[in-house]
C-alpha cells in the first residue's frame, strides 16, 4: 500500500507539528512527503433538522484538535461494480459520525509559504465517494509545491434532494463553504488564497462546472479542471420533483424538510432501491444520467447554457474526458462485450455536456480554454476495461505505480503503467494550477481540438 514507507517509522522522520487556524489550534503529521493536516471541518455537524439546512459556520475549538486521521464520512450506500474493485475509488464507504463536512490538507510546509492552492471534489454519483479513498492521495502534489485540499461533502437525500422548506443543492453549497474556508484559512498551511485552482471528477466535476455559473462562487478560484463531468447533467425541477415524490412516499411522509428532519440517516440508505429506475424523461427534458443515479444538481438552466452568470469569465479552464467512459458502466458486470451501449453511455454521461461546457467557456470566458482526451487503456478484466471512468485517477495523482492498482480485478490492471504517464499527466495539472497553461494549445472556436493523452 501506499502508507508503508510512512508505516516504517524507524526509516521515516515523522513530527507533529501545530498550526493556528483561525477556529483554533491543529495538530498533523510532517513526513517525507510534507505535512498533513486531516479532518479539518469547514461547517458544523449537519445532524437532524441541519441535514437540510444550508452549511453553518463551525464554532471552532479550545485546545490542539487532532489532525493526524480522517474524519467520518457522509452516509452513503455500498457500491457494487461487480468483479472490479473500486474501493480505492469509493473508500471506506459510510463511516458514522457527525463532523464529517471536513477538508484534508496536505502541504510542502505550514511555513507561511505562498504555494498554488488545489481543492478537490471526489466523484461517486452524488450517492458515494470520500476525500479519504486512496486514490486521492496528496504526497505527489505537497512534492511538487502544490498545496492540496480534498472536500468531503452531503451526498443522496441530505445533499441533493429537493424539498420544500430546504434549499436546493446543498452538497454544492457544502464545497462553496470549504471553498470559502479555503480562502480564509489555507495561508496558515503554506497556500496562496489568490491562486485556487477548483478541480473535481465525475460528480465532483458536474459540481465544479456548476461553480462556474454560479455568483456565489465569484472570487473563490482562479481556474477550474473539469474531469468527465456534465455540465448538462443537472435535473430539472420537474424531475427532481419526481425523485422528491418517490423518497416521500417510500418514507410515508410529507416531501417537506419538516418531514423528513427526524428521519435517520439509516432509513435514508433503506429506500435508495426505490429510487433506482425511475422514468426522469419530460416534455422538455431527457434523463441526463441515463438512470445511473437519482441524484444531480437541479437547476432551471444547465451550467452550460448559464456561464455568463457566474464566475466563468474570469478562470481558466481545463476540461476533458476518457476515450471509453461508459465501460465502466459495462464490463465489470460480466456477459457479452457491448461496445455500442458503453459508446452510448460515454457519450451521454459525459461527451456531450464536456463539449457543451467548453464551448461555451471558450465562448464567454476571458481566461483560457483547454480540453483533454485521456486513452489510456487499463488492462483490468482482461484487457476490457480499457480508457473507461476513472482511470484517469491515479494518473493525476501520480500513483499509478501503486500495487494495490494492479491486479486483474484492480484499476489499472496487471500490466505496468507506461513510463513517463503518470509524469506528463500529474505534471499538466500542476502547470495549469500553477500558471493557466497545462502545455498545449488553447481550445476555442477557430480550434476546437483535445490534446490527446496516453493515447
Same mark, same amino acid.
Given at each position: 500500500m501506499?502508507?508503508q514507507q510512512?508505516e516504517?517509522g524507524?526509516?521515516?522522520h515523522?513530527v507533529?507539528?501545530v498550526?493556528?487556524?483561525?477556529?483554533?489550534?491543529?495538530?498533523? #503529521?510532517?513526513?517525507?512527503?510534507?505535512?498533513?493536516?486531516?479532518?479539518? $471541518?469547514?461547517?458544523?455537524?449537519?445532524?437532524?433538522?441541519?441535514?437540510?439546512?444550508?452549511?453553518?459556520?463551525?464554532?471552532?475549538?479550545?485546545?490542539?484538535?487532532?489532525?493526524?486521521?480522517?474524519?467520518?464520512?457522509?452516509?452513503?450506500?455500498?457500491?457494487?461494480?461487480?468483479r472490479?474493485?473500486?474501493? $480505492?475509488?469509493?473508500?471506506?464507504g459510510?463511516?458514522?459520525?457527525?463532523?464529517?463536512l471536513?477538508?484534508?490538507?496536505?502541504?510542502p510546509? &505550514?511555513?507561511?509559504?505562498?504555494?498554488p +492552492?488545489?481543492?478537490?471534489?471526489?466523484?461517486?454519483?452524488?450517492?458515494?465517494?470520500a476525500?479519504?479513498a486512496?486514490?486521492?492521495?496528496?504526497?505527489?502534489?505537497?512534492? *511538487?509545491?502544490?498545496?492540496l485540499?480534498?472536500? @468531503?461533502?452531503?451526498?443522496?437525500?441530505?445533499?441533493?434532494? *429537493?424539498?420544500?422548506?430546504a434549499p436546493a @443543492?446543498?452538497?454544492?453549497?457544502?464545497?462553496?463553504?470549504?471553498?470559502?474556508?479555503?480562502?480564509?484559512? =489555507? &495561508?496558515?498551511?503554506?497556500?496562496d488564497?489568490?491562486?485556487?485552482?477548483?478541480?473535481?471528477?465525475?460528480?465532483?466535476a458536474?459540481? #465544479?462546472?456548476?461553480?462556474?455559473?454560479s455568483? !456565489?462562487?465569484?472570487?473563490?478560484?482562479?481556474?477550474? =479542471?473539469?474531469?468527465?463531468?456534465?455540465?448538462?447533467?443537472?435535473?430539472?425541477?420537474? !424531475?427532481?420533483?419526481? #425523485?422528491?415524490?418517490a423518497?416521500?412516499?417510500a418514507?410515508?411522509v410529507? $416531501?417537506?424538510?419538516?418531514?423528513?428532519?427526524?428521519?435517520?440517516?439509516?432509513?435514508?440508505?433503506? =429506500?435508495?432501491?426505490?429510487? &433506482?429506475?425511475?422514468d426522469?424523461?419530460?416534455?422538455?427534458?431527457?434523463?441526463?444520467?441515463?438512470?445511473?443515479?437519482?441524484?444531480?444538481?437541479?437547476?432551471?438552466?444547465?451550467p452550460?447554457?448559464?456561464?455568463?452568470?457566474g464566475?466563468?469569465?474570469?478562470v481558466?479552464?481545463?476540461?476533458?474526458? @476518457?476515450?471509453?467512459?461508459?465501460?465502466?458502466?459495462?464490463?465489470?458486470?460480466?456477459?457479452?462485450e457491448?461496445?455500442?451501449?458503453?459508446?452510448?453511455?460515454?457519450? =451521454?454521461?459525459?461527451?456531450?455536456?464536456t463539449?457543451?461546457?467548453? !464551448?461555451a467557456? %471558450?465562448?464567454?470566458?476571458g481566461?483560457?480554454?483547454?480540453r483533454?482526451s485521456?486513452?489510456y487503456?487499463s488492462? &483490468?478484466?482482461?484487457?476490457?476495461?480499457?480508457?473507461a471512468h476513472?482511470v484517469?485517477?491515479p494518473? #493525476?495523482f501520480?500513483? %499509478? *505505480?501503486?500495487?494495490?492498482?494492479?491486479?486483474?480485478?484492480?484499476?489499472?490492471?496487471?500490466?505496468?503503467?507506461?513510463?513517463g504517464?503518470?509524469?506528463?499527466?500529474?505534471g499538466?495539472?500542476?502547470?495549469?494550477?500553477?500558471?493557466? @497553461?497545462?502545455?498545449?494549445?488553447?481550445?476555442?472556436s477557430?480550434?476546437p481540438?483535445?490534446? +490527446?493523452i496516453?493515447?
Amino acid at each position: 500500500m501506499h502508507s508503508q514507507q510512512a508505516e516504517r517509522g524507524h526509516r521515516v522522520h515523522r513530527v507533529h507539528p501545530v498550526v493556528e487556524t483561525p477556529a483554533g489550534a491543529v495538530r498533523g #503529521v510532517r513526513d517525507g512527503s510534507g505535512e498533513r493536516y486531516r479532518a479539518l $471541518p469547514y461547517a458544523a455537524a449537519p445532524t437532524g433538522a441541519g441535514r437540510f439546512a444550508p452549511p453553518a459556520p463551525h464554532p471552532g475549538w479550545s485546545g490542539v484538535r487532532d489532525g493526524t486521521r480522517p474524519s467520518p464520512t457522509a452516509p452513503q450506500p455500498a457500491r457494487d461494480f461487480g468483479r472490479l474493485d473500486m474501493t $480505492p475509488y469509493f473508500g471506506p464507504g459510510w463511516v458514522p459520525g457527525e463532523e464529517y463536512l471536513t477538508v484534508d490538507v496536505h502541504t510542502p510546509a &505550514a511555513d507561511g509559504g505562498r504555494r498554488p +492552492v488545489m481543492v478537490f471534489v471526489h466523484g461517486g454519483g452524488f450517492v458515494t465517494g470520500a476525500n479519504r479513498a486512496a486514490l486521492y492521495d496528496g504526497s505527489a502534489f505537497a512534492r *511538487d509545491g502544490v498545496v492540496l485540499a480534498t472536500v @468531503n461533502y452531503r451526498l443522496g437525500i441530505p445533499g441533493f434532494l *429537493d424539498l420544500a422548506g430546504a434549499p436546493a @443543492n446543498r452538497g454544492l453549497l457544502d464545497v462553496l463553504a470549504a471553498l470559502g474556508w479555503v480562502r480564509d484559512t =489555507i &495561508a496558515v498551511f503554506g497556500g496562496d488564497p489568490g491562486n485556487v485552482t477548483v478541480f473535481g471528477q465525475s460528480a465532483g466535476a458536474t459540481l #465544479v462546472g456548476a461553480l462556474l455559473a454560479s455568483p !456565489q462562487a465569484a472570487g473563490l478560484f482562479r481556474r477550474a =479542471i473539469v474531469q468527465s463531468g456534465n455540465g448538462t447533467g443537472a435535473f430539472t425541477p420537474e !424531475q427532481a420533483g419526481r #425523485v422528491t415524490a418517490a423518497a416521500a412516499a417510500a418514507l410515508g411522509v410529507a $416531501p417537506t424538510a419538516e418531514a423528513f428532519a427526524p428521519i435517520p440517516d439509516e432509513r435514508f440508505l433503506a =429506500i435508495l432501491p426505490a429510487l &433506482a429506475g425511475l422514468d426522469l424523461r419530460t416534455s422538455t427534458a431527457t434523463d441526463p444520467l441515463a438512470g445511473l443515479s437519482p441524484f444531480s444538481l437541479v437547476l432551471p438552466v444547465q451550467p452550460a447554457d448559464s456561464l455568463a452568470d457566474g464566475p466563468a469569465h474570469e478562470v481558466d479552464l481545463l476540461i476533458g474526458t @476518457n476515450s471509453e467512459e461508459g465501460r465502466l458502466y459495462v464490463v465489470p458486470q460480466g456477459g457479452p462485450e457491448t461496445p455500442g451501449r458503453a459508446a452510448v453511455l460515454g457519450h =451521454i454521461l459525459f461527451e456531450t455536456g464536456t463539449t457543451r461546457l467548453a !464551448q461555451a467557456h %471558450a465562448r464567454v470566458s476571458g481566461g483560457r480554454t483547454h480540453r483533454y482526451s485521456f486513452g489510456y487503456r487499463s488492462t &483490468a478484466l482482461g484487457s476490457r476495461l480499457g480508457a473507461a471512468h476513472t482511470v484517469e485517477l491515479p494518473f #493525476v495523482f501520480d500513483i %499509478a *505505480d501503486a500495487p494495490w492498482l494492479h491486479a486483474d480485478t484492480g484499476l489499472l490492471g496487471p500490466d505496468p503503467a507506461p513510463a513517463g504517464l503518470a509524469a506528463r499527466v500529474h505534471g499538466a495539472w500542476v502547470a495549469f494550477a500553477t500558471t493557466g @497553461n497545462p502545455g498545449w494549445a488553447a481550445y476555442d472556436s477557430q480550434h476546437p481540438v483535445a490534446e +490527446v493523452i496516453g493515447g
